[in-house]
C-alpha cells in the first residue's frame, strides 16, 4: 500500500536515489534483489511482459523492504496508469512522450481530482478502503504518487523547456539509448551529438524545479551526472547481472 513514497521525500530533500529497472515476472527474485539497498525498482512493463497482477506482487515484495515500487507503464493511456496505480505502484514512468500536452496526459492520468482524472475506486494502492476513507486516500495519492517523464526523442529533448511548465511532475528522465537513436547514431551515447542534446536537456532541468533523472549503466556515468545536476538514477537488473557473471569468470578462468 502507499502509505508514504520514500523515494520523493528524498528527493523534495535533495537527495540523489538510486533504482533498478526490474522485468522478470518473479517476486521471490524482486524481494532479493530489493534487500541490496535500492531506494526503487521500476518494474518494468514497457519492455517486458509485466501486467497489472505481476505489479502488483513484485510492489509487495518492494515494500516489505522498504524500497518503492514504480511501474514504467506500455504506454501513456489513462486505462493503463490507473491498473499500473491501482495494483500498488507508488509512481509511473511514462515512455515516449513527445509534447507538454502529452506530460499533461500523464499527469491527469495519475492523479484524482481537482489535480487529475483517475478513476476513483477502492484499489489495493489505499488498502481498498480498509485504512482510511477514499477522500482522504485521494488526498495522500495525490500527494505521494511521482510521475516520471522519458525524454528519448529529438521532439521530447526540443520541447523540455515546456515540459517544465506542466505542474506536478517529479522527474524529467533521460534515455540515452533511445535518445542516440532518435538523432539517428543508435546506441551510440558517446557520439557528441547525443551528448550535445543531453547537455542542452539537464541545463534545461536542473534550472527548474524538477529532479534530473538519467540512466546510468555505470558508477562512473552515474557520478559524472550526478556532478550535471542529475539525482534519480537507474540502472538495468540484467547488466548489472552480465557485469558481475562476466568479472567472476574472467577472474576464475585466468
Known sequence: MLVENTT?????????????????????????????????????????????????????A??????????????NEPSTILRYLDA?????????V?????????????????RGQRGFAGSRQGGWGNTESLADFTVRANRETMVVIHIETVQA??????????????????????LSHSLGHPGNVSHPDVQ?????????????DKTLGIFAGSPAFAAEWYERGARYFTAGFEGLIKQGMQTYLTAVRG
Not at 500498488?88 to 515516449?96: E, M
Open 62 to 75: 518492494c515494500e516489505l523492504n522498504g524500497v518503492t515500487p514504480i511501474a514504467r507503464v506500455t504506454t
Open 196 to 208: 550535445r542534446v543531453m547537455e542542452q536537456v539537464a541545463e534545461v532541468v536542473v534550472a527548474s
Open 88 to 96: 500498488g505502484a507508488h509512481g509511473i514512468h511514462v515512455p515516449w
Open 157 to 178: 529533448a526540443a520541447a523540455v523547456e515546456e515540459y517544465t511548465a506542466v505542474e506536478d511532475v517529479d522527474v524529467l528522465f533521460i534515455g540515452p539509448a533511445d
Open 98 to 114: 513527445n509534447t507538454a500536452a502529452e506530460v499533461e496526459k500523464a499527469v491527469t492520468a495519475a492523479k484524482y481530482g481537482p
Open 8 to 60: 520523493k521525500r528524498k528527493l523534495q530533500q535533495g537527495e540523489a536515489v538510486y533504482g533498478c529497472f526490474f522485468r522478470p515476472a518473479a517476486p521471490t527474485l524482486a524481494e532479493f534483489v530489493a534487500l541490496q539497498g535500492w531506494d526503487f525498482l521500476v518494474l518494468d512493463g514497457e519492455h517486458g511482459s509485466l501486467g497489472a497482477r505481476d505489479i502488483e506482487d513484485l510492489a509487495r
